[in-house]
């Protein structure tokens, strides 16, 4: 990959601030047809995301740690289009516009910054996960187009530097870029802003014989009525919970990355179901309140509930939205994924397991 001088993924390099590849930006290395194509798939967050202290640098007020996914993958090409009065960004076949243009031309911006390159660019994204569901869309999303940018731009990226990248499209794409378990790094408050940026980024996190899988239940696959990134401003600003979750918070992060590294997967959940219903909370205490647990959730959350009490190791977790997400053995996901599709009443339902980091793909491959 380093021949073609697309972006180069060291997981051995600690720091990676942007290094662009040496070219002056009107040359070949950046013209006419030059691109990359990625494909990255969504992560799950077992320690939750929620709530920037800064929102221009998307930097967290904690860390959190997810898993990544096997299924559900984003794949992304950009080329760039030298004379181009303006980007081209075609999501799921149908040309983008409102909010997500302006976030794929805002990222491709700063990647166009970074490697001195001027030229605008056509993206073409693939996304199998439901957009805007709580599903991690923005994740695979943003850490596909971090990766293929970096590449058609001649951007040469350490892991630490694509996951640092990554996060300025959306937080949660800082962890997609790397495979199975990863912990985002909130970084030091109070921190110039180029120290503050480094400080950012996720990286892998140590894990025993684990093997997990998580059941995904679709309850709702529709776009939400808020935002997340509107529910976490809301949240942060007026809810008199968000503190103290964000306090315990940290002390759930010890504690699970503890279970990790000695295979506790029961210990691992109930960390998981605690901070995720704690979070929740915080939201449905925001003024005014923000919800987006339905009756569907509930009703899969007793499903879990009665796993337990039979002697199944089953854990829930949700993100910003109605589906959940339940952590198994992987020897026990069938018998829970069938408790959780009864229950989901006709939802669809998927098993998942520990997924691959985000990666190119061979020059014009899909």
């Known amino acids: 990959m380093s021949e073609q001088r697309i972006a180069v993924v060291r997981t051995q390099e600690p720091d990676t601030t942007p290094h662009p590849t040496p070219h002056t930006g009107t040359g070949t290395d950046a013209g006419a047809g030059t691109g990359a194509v990625a494909v990255a798939h969504p992560n799950i967050a077992l320690i939750k995301y929620w709530g920037k202290r800064d929102e221009h640098l998307v930097l967290p007020r904690t860390d959190s740690l997810s898993m990544t996914l096997d299924i559900f993958p984003t794949t992304t090409r950009v080329r760039l289009a030298p004379g181009a009065g303006r980007d081209a960004v075609v999501l799921g076949g149908r040309p983008a516009e409102g909010e997500a243009l302006r976030r794929i ?173 704690g979070m929740h909370a915080t939201m449905l205490a925001a003024r005014p309140a923000v919800r987006y647990l339905s009756p569907a959730t509930l009703t899969v959350l007793d499903a879990v509930g009665q796993l337990r009490r039979d002697g199944v190791a089953a854990y829930a977790t949700m993100d910003a939205g109605p589906n959940v997400k339940v952590l198994c053995r992987r020897r026990e ?34």
């Open 105 to 277: 031309v805002t990222f491709l911006d700063l990647v166009r910054q970074t490697a001195r390159v001027p030229h605008r660019a056509v993206v073409e994204s693939e996304n199998t996960v439901p957009t805007g569901a709580g599903l991690a869309s923005s994740a695979s999303g943003f850490a596909a187009l971090a990766v293929a940018a970096a590449g058609a731009y001649g951007l040469s990226l350490t892991a630490t530097g694509l996951s640092r990248l990554a996060r300025r499209g959306s937080g949660s794409a800082s962890r997609s870029i790397f495979g199975g378990f990863a912990v985002w790094h909130a970084g030091r408050p109070g921190q110039d802003t180029k120290a503050a940026d480094l400080g950012s980024y996720a990286e892998p996190v140590p894990v025993a014989d684990l093997d997990p899988a998580l059941v995904v239940a679709v309850v709702d696959a529709g776009p939400k009525d808020i935002s997340s990134r509107a529910a976490m401003r809301r949240t942060v600003d007026t809810s008199p919970l968000y503190e103290p979750w964000a306090a315990s918070s940290r002390d759930d992060l010890t504690g699970m990355r503890a279970a990790l590294l000695r295979g506790d997967l029961q210990v691992v959940g109930e960390i998981a179901e605690r901070n995720a219903l």
């Open 333 to 366: 996901a069938d018998r829970v994924a069938q408790s959780v599709r009864e229950a989901a009443a006709g939802g669809a339902v998927h098993i998942a397991g520990p997924g691959p980091g985000a990666r190119l793909l061979p020059k014009g491959g899909r």
